[in-house]
């Protein structure tokens, strides 16, 4: 169930019930197991969590993936957190690949709550002592929360695959709006191609609209690589892979971390101006939501480095040559 260090320092691993799965492949990269849980929901909805062996003095992760339905599971998470500070663990990291309500990290209108913060504030009130996700969708959110907070970067990752599957004297790197442009600048560095951005205007009072305006660089005859931190309903991608093609462009690749996925996601991003996309497996993905063009990188191995260097006392910022 657990790893033993000097002076019988315990690593213990516990999932909520959202993606299990990515729960366990952490584990078995940390050759552990997770912890057996009593997770239960009641007639009424509310949840209870009860695990079934002793987490006193303990280094725990309460690992959860925060899919749909997303209030559940921040509930159940939330829960898991009071159980472990109760049942007197020693510290309690939050690990949350995907940030729940990370694209509300500021007010952009008036009357408008800031719900990134507001979910710090609850991990801290239910006893979380340090924060791990991947690819925060604002990197302002580190300075929600009043502890350590762990942003690793999939990058590695997603880029890896890129290098090993895809002609690189063809490839461009695009940027799908401006806000994305410092990371997409980054992915153009390590691969060694040109950049261009999608400018693109969205209306603040209309939820996942957005108009493509015209397209900064030079794509004809390129092989365009969109790198995108989460995908949602796909609305973006594809109007912007209908641009580049429109402009061009003989073949467009998806990458993102986050396959959020909601409908009509699947049906837009096997759209034909959409040669592949590629995502991670920090949120789970049914057979229904997946198709031939559709590649999924497993996250679990950044995951458990991470969380090794956290129990070790290690660095996590090592991991990402300083950038971290």
């Not at 997770?34 to 509310?46: I, M, Q």
């Not at 510290?91 to 949350?96: A, F, K, L, P």
């Not at 989460?230 to 892979?241: F, H, M, S």
């Not at 999924?296 to 006392?313: K, M, T």
Request: charged share 25%; net charge negative; with cysteine.
């Amino acid at each position: 169930m657990s790893i033993k260090a000097s002076g019988e320092k315990q690593l213990v691993i516990v999932s909520g019930r959202a993606h299990p799965q990515l729960a366990e492949d952490i584990a078995a990269e940390l050759d552990t197991t997770v912890l057996p849980t009593d997770a239960r929901t009641f007639a009424n909805g509310e949840l209870y969590a009860r695990f079934d062996e002793s987490v006193r003095g303990c280094d725990a992760f309460v690992i959860q993936s925060h899919t749909a339905p997303i209030n559940e599971w921040l509930m159940e998470q939330l829960i898991m957190v009071d159980a472990l500070k109760r049942a007197s663990a020693k510290r309690i990291t939050v690990v949350s690949p995907f940030y729940p309500y990370g694209r509300q990290d500021k007010k952009n209108r008036g009357r408008e709550p800031i719900s990134a913060r507001l979910i710090a504030d609850l991990y801290a009130a239910a006893g979380a002592d340090r924060i791990m996700s991947v690819d925060l969708h604002a990197a302002q959110i580190q300075g929600f929360f009043d502890g350590p907070v762990d942003h690793l970067f999939a990058m590695p990752v997603l880029l890896g695959h890129i290098q090993d599957t895809v002609d690189k004297s063809l490839l461009t790197v695009v940027s799908p709006d401006m806000g994305r442009v410092r990371v997409a600048d980054v992915w153009s560095d390590k691969l060694g191609v040109p950049l261009a951005i999608i400018h693109k205007r969205r209306d603040p009072k209309v939820m996942n609209q957005v108009s493509v305006h015209e397209i900064v660089g030079d794509v004809k005859g390129r092989v365009c690589l969109l790198v995108d931190d989460l995908i949602d309903t796909g609305r973006t991608i594809a109007k912007g892979a209908a641009a580049l093609k429109a402009a061009g462009a003989v073949g467009v690749i998806v990458a993102a971390t986050h396959a959020v996925f909601s409908d009509p996601a699947t049906e837009l991003l096997s759209s034909p101006d959409i040669d592949r996309v590629i995502v991670t497996d920090t949120l789970p993905l049914p057979e229904v939501k997946r198709w031939d063009r559709l590649t999924v990188l497993p996250i679990a191995p950044l995951l458990a480095r991470a969380i090794h260097e956290v129990f070790d006392d290690g660095s996590v910022t090592s991991m990402f040559d300083g950038a971290a």
